[in-house]
């Protein structure tokens, strides 16, 4: 079911979204498993997505993003408030305390305009590109559903009954989606539109144009994760590798974008519940193995919930919002 790309293999994940037989979901457990122990990174076919809905979706993207500074600004980040939802420009995100050259927005699950909670909460849709809320909304939906089915892949490939994270994890999971825009870099940069980094929940399906971009950090060194029409992204983060001991490993990954031209990228982020303690896997021994982590963390060290984790987290990223949001 798997084929080359690359370092990176190609997983045909249609046994478990549909009906596919026990023999079928073993077979693309064990090859996400060999994925996950290997890299953390590799593409996910067969995941049942419309082209038509990516089409729409990416379409008022970039009309958005050609829109003038200040019409994007008016659904800026700062009027968000604690839903952390939004746009910001280009530098106004930090990777490691370094300004990234990208611009983008953020979104999520839509909630209440009153829930307490940090990072839940309403979007913040342009009314110039009208046609951005359905195709985002509609993504977020069909997205969750891909994701829930890789992850009954992982736990299957951990020796636990498929809808283990269903049923306890994720059973009302942290929902985070980004789109992204890179301007082109000049061919002797030596700037990064994100720098090298982890991410920081569960599982992270990105789609990306055909411009490129996208390095993985792998045992083998930096390696290309260049585009396949059909497919997602999928890398592992930082809660998957806490809860299996270091038995599948969080990978550093970066973006520069080189080809002359705009790139976007759309990573969904689908993590823990939000007030879920994260404990070891009781089934898992601790790291058997491999690579250490590239930032020297242990994530065993961490105590409290994911919400927790990601608060620490994300208000690096945007140190202006970190009062708002977390006082």
């Given at each position: 079911?798997?084929?080359?790309?690359?370092?990176?293999?190609?997983?045909?994940?249609?046994?478990?979204?549909?009906?596919?037989?026990?023999?079928?979901?073993?077979?693309?457990?064990?090859?996400?498993?060999?994925?996950?122990?290997?890299?953390?990174?590799?593409?996910?076919?067969?995941?049942?997505?419309?082209?038509?809905?990516?089409?729409?979706?990416?379409?008022?993207?970039?009309?958005?993003?050609?829109?003038?500074?200040?019409?994007?600004?008016?659904?800026?980040?700062?009027?968000?408030?604690?839903?952390?939802?939004?746009?910001?420009?280009?530098?106004?995100?930090?990777?490691?305390?370094?300004?990234?050259?990208?611009?983008?927005?953020?979104?999520?699950?839509?909630?209440?305009?009153?829930?307490?909670?940090?990072?839940?909460?309403?979007?913040?849709?342009?009314?110039?590109?009208?046609?951005?809320?359905?195709?985002?909304?509609?993504?977020?939906?069909?997205?969750?559903?891909?994701?829930?089915?890789?992850m009954r892949g992982i736990a299957l490939s951990l020796g636990l009954e498929e809808d283990y994270f269903a049923s306890?994890?994720?059973?009302?999971?942290?929902?985070?989606?980004?789109?992204?825009?890179?301007?082109?870099?000049?061919?002797?940069?030596?700037?990064?539109?994100?720098?090298?980094?982890?991410?920081?929940?569960?599982?992270?399906?990105?789609?990306?144009?055909?411009?490129?971009?996208?390095?993985?950090?792998?045992?083998?060194?930096?390696?290309?994760?260049?585009?396949?029409?059909?497919?997602?992204?999928?890398?592992?983060?930082?809660?998957?590798?806490?809860?299996?001991?270091?038995?599948?490993?969080?990978?550093?990954?970066?973006?520069?974008?080189?080809?002359?031209?705009?790139?976007?990228?759309?990573?969904?982020?689908?993590?823990?519940?939000?007030?879920?303690?994260?404990?070891?896997?009781?089934?898992?021994?601790?790291?058997?193995?491999?690579?250490?982590?590239?930032?020297?963390?242990?994530?065993?060290?961490?105590?409290?919930?994911?919400?927790?984790?990601?608060?620490?987290?994300?208000?690096?990223?945007?140190?202006?919002?970190?009062?708002?949001?977390?006082?």
């Amino acid at each position: 079911m798997s084929s080359a790309s690359g370092p990176l293999p190609v997983i045909d994940v249609s046994p478990l979204v549909g009906p596919g037989s026990p023999g079928e979901r073993t077979a693309v457990a064990r090859e996400i498993e060999a994925a996950c122990r290997d890299s953390g990174f590799f593409y996910v076919s067969g995941h049942g997505v419309p082209a038509e809905l990516v089409t729409r979706l990416d379409g008022a993207a970039r009309r958005f993003f050609r829109l003038p500074p200040q019409r994007k600004m008016e659904i800026s980040m700062d009027r968000g408030g604690r839903a952390w939802r939004g746009f910001f420009p280009v530098g106004g995100e930090l990777t490691s305390g370094r300004p990234d050259l990208k611009e983008g927005i953020y979104f999520g699950v839509e909630g209440a305009v009153d829930d307490p909670r940090p990072l839940h909460g309403p979007n913040l849709f342009p009314s110039q590109v009208p046609e951005l809320r359905p195709a985002v909304l509609a993504y977020l939906d069909a997205l969750t559903e891909v994701a829930q089915s890789v992850m009954r892949g992982i736990a299957l490939s951990l020796g636990l009954e498929e809808d283990y994270f269903a049923s306890g994890y994720t059973a009302a999971p942290t929902i985070l989606f980004r789109i992204f825009h890179y301007p082109p870099s000049p061919p002797d940069s030596t700037d990064w539109g994100v720098g090298e980094h982890t991410d920081y929940g569960l599982l992270t399906l990105l789609l990306q144009d055909d411009n490129g971009g996208l390095q993985v950090h792998t045992s083998r060194g930096w390696m290309e994760a260049p585009p396949i029409p059909g497919t997602f992204v999928c890398n592992i983060g930082d809660m998957l590798d806490r809860l299996t001991g270091g038995h599948y490993r969080s990978t550093p990954h970066r973006v520069r974008n080189l080809s002359g031209r705009d790139r976007l990228s759309f990573p969904f982020f689908f993590d823990p519940g939000w007030d879920r303690e994260v404990p070891p896997l009781p089934s898992r021994p601790q790291r058997d193995g491999g690579r250490p982590r590239w930032d020297g963390q242990d994530l065993r060290a961490f105590t409290g919930t994911y919400g927790d984790y990601l608060l620490g987290k994300v208000s690096k990223v945007f140190p202006q919002l970190r009062a708002e949001v977390i006082d």
